[in-house]
């Protein structure tokens, strides 16, 4: 069968499907289960209404259940437990999770994580904030904003392909592809290898990152000035507050609600970080961070118990940060 | 010889019989130039079979295929390029044992069969040893390639001792040169070749027994045997004068890029340390045993190690059983698999029965002559080992020893990797 016939097939059976569920089980509780008539019409209007949010909600509830909470339940067992030839399974208690603590390669992870988590949302936020601003009232602000925001668009693995080529380093004398080489040798430096230079090369990783995301930031936190009223900046003018003293004083207390969502929000992609290190150190000199650390023990050490378990950490780690993000985007809406 | 024919004839007869035409998938490490060349090795069996034969290369195989054969959707034949991973899948029982009888093949028909198949035989998730892996594509390791012409001008000999390859290099760098270039950077898998050279130089300084110990973990990582290999490698990558761009250079360029420093005008480098597949990277159009030729990298002049040899290997494995798969395992029997990829670049081969005239050019030969005059054949030994290991930590011990880190601490952070692994 032709690859788009199938897709339209799989299309009209996925949606009818969908509308099908939606419309029969319905029609289900309203004429068989609970009908609106007879001696009980009033008592079965009740019922059905009680039953029907989850009816709507099941389908929904079923795909969370199979695609988030599985695969955390598995992943647990699967950190307490040890494989064993054949296919079965031991139980390990905490085994691995010792056993990974110990391993100097988890906690170089950690600790660059750590780096991340400091770096990364504060940078990205300043510099979102800044262009925000500073584009807010200018004529090629859209411009500047559209140029900002682009990265947005480009994948994180071509991210760091674009960065490494930035990072580029040949030997002294050779031509320098990498721009930051050929700047550093037009200024009359020395070439460098960039990336192998250990603590320093997490920044230069962070860095595409950062480029990433300024333009997330930027968008919301433009959003939230324009929805700053007017008065309180007029009356700032009024009262003779100068330029600083009203972005920080008036513009920033008044959107920080935004920025701490946009902030967690850039804090929970950081901690998740795995594509950019990956694509261009692989977590080697010293640049290994908890995700590529998971990867590298379940698929190349083919180590499923300490893979998992510090999945378990990436996730014990995300979860009271997301639930603060929840917690105040809710708040914002109030 | 005769069972050769018998069983192209058995293969014939398998493939011209009313055969159902089934999809078949193969799963490999080959991209680029390479996979070019098993596309044409793959396309004779699918017109020979009438299946529909497709071929999916990626530089991450190794993870690939773990990840594939977990989720149950693996390709119906994996080549690996380890066959330490392809023990651990047999181990799992994502392997199907190959058809009775391969093992006495490969004995028969293959120079130095038996090694082929204890190599291919590992233990199943039963514990019982089966013949799982076949292998077809051979390298030779031991292999300095240069240019000719680049060291008759400077007035440069081959060097036949590892002293005198130590001297030429020193001598080509008090000449304001470069001897060697020396590339790492392979994607996730950053930092084999240096394995490649730690293996040899272990080789080269220690017996064979105690190679056989240290791919088998008897003795440790921190054992003075291994650090001493690591070291004499370090010798010539941890020397700024001695390889291309400096030391810095070493873990970040790619080991497909690091030979064309060698075609450069003036050349970036004189000597480049790879395996016999390289010539697939090499600027199009060059011409081995013209433009370019190798030399074995030689073995000390004192002592009396020999002529080690290292080698390695890609062996075939069924991954997902079917009728077809077990049909071009058969096909890799027949000579003509082997002279398709001959006639190309980069191939070697055990196979006793194919028509040496196939290979492309005379250069494959004196490699098969290096093969043979060999006093002791190892096999990679970061391909035997542990995947935590021999594709994880010995790699970035490697790049990390390149990179300055002290000799001792990579080695003890192997060695823990391998404790750990299971």
Known sequence: MHPALQGVITIIVGVGGCVAYFYFSNLFLDKVLYPARGPNAGRNINRANLIRPWLFLAPAVIALGLYLAYPVVETLRLSLTNRVPGGGYEWAGLENYSQMVADPKFGEALFNNMLWLFVVPALSTAFGLLAAQLTDRIKWGAVAKSIIFMPMAISFVGAAVIWKLVYDYRAAGEEQIGVLNAIVVSLGGEPTAWLTVPFWNNFFLMAVLIWIQTGFAMVILSAALRGIPEETVEAAIVDGANP????????????????????????????????IVFAMTNGQWETQVLANYMYDKLFRANDWGVGSASAMVIMLLVTPILVWNVYNARKEMR | MKHTIKSSCAVLALMSGPALAEQITVAGPWIGADEEHVQAVLGAFAEASGHDVRYTGSDSFEQQIVIDAEAGSAPNVAVFPQPGLAAVMAERGFLTPLAEGTGDWINENYAAGQSWVD?????????????????????????????????????????????????????????????????????????????????????????????????????????????????????????????????????????????????????????????????????????????????????????????????????????????????????????????????????????KGVNLDAFSDPTLRKMNDIL??????????????????????FWTGMVDYVGGKDVGTVTSEIQQSWDAAK
């Open chain 1, 244 to 275: 600083f003293q009203i972005f920080f004083k008036i513009k920033v207390p008044q959107i920080m609600g935004t920025i701490v969502v946009v902030w967690t929000t850039i804090t929970i992609v950081v901690l998740k970080i795995f594509d």
């Open chain 2, 372 to 393: 043979l005059g060999a006093t002791t054949f190892r096999f990679d030994a970061s391909d035997l080992m542990p995947g935590a290991v021999g594709a994880g930590s």
């Open chain 2, 119 to 351: 190599l291919g035989t590992y233990a199943g998730p039963d514990g019982s040893d089966a013949l799982y892996g076949f292998f077809y594509k051979v390298d030779v390791k031991s292999l300095v390639w240069y240019i000719p012409e680049n060291f008759e001008d400077a007035g440069y000999e081959v060097p036949e001792t590892l002293e005198e390859l130590k001297a030429l290099s020193q001598q080509i760098a008090d000449d304001g040169e470069t001897p060697w270039c020396i590339g790492l950077g392979s994607g996730g898998a950053t930092g084999w070749p240096a394995t490649d050279w730690v293996e040899d130089m272990m080789l080269r300084t220690q017996p064979p027994s105690v190679y056989d110990q240290w791919v088998s973990n008897e003795i440790p990582f921190t054992d003075p045997a291994v650090v001493g290999a690591i070291e004499a490698f370090g010798e010539f990558a941890l020397n700024d004068a001695w390889v291309s761009g400096g030391t810095g250079a070493v873990a970040t360029t790619d080991f497909r890029e690091s030979p064309k420093g060698l075609f450069d005008a003036p050349p970036a480098c004189y000597m480049h340390k790879q395996a016999s597949f390289i010539p697939s990277f090499f600027p199009e159009g060059s011409e081995v045993g013209e433009d370019v030729d190798f030399f074995y990298f030689p073995a000390s002049g004192e002592g009396d190690l020999g002529q080690p040899v290292l080698g390695a290997g890609t062996v075939w494995a069924i991954t997902n059983d079917s009728p077809a798969a077990h049909e071009l395992i058969e096909f890799l029997k027949t000579p003509e698999a082997h002279e398709i990829w001959m006639a190309r670049k980069g191939f070697l081969t055990p196979h």
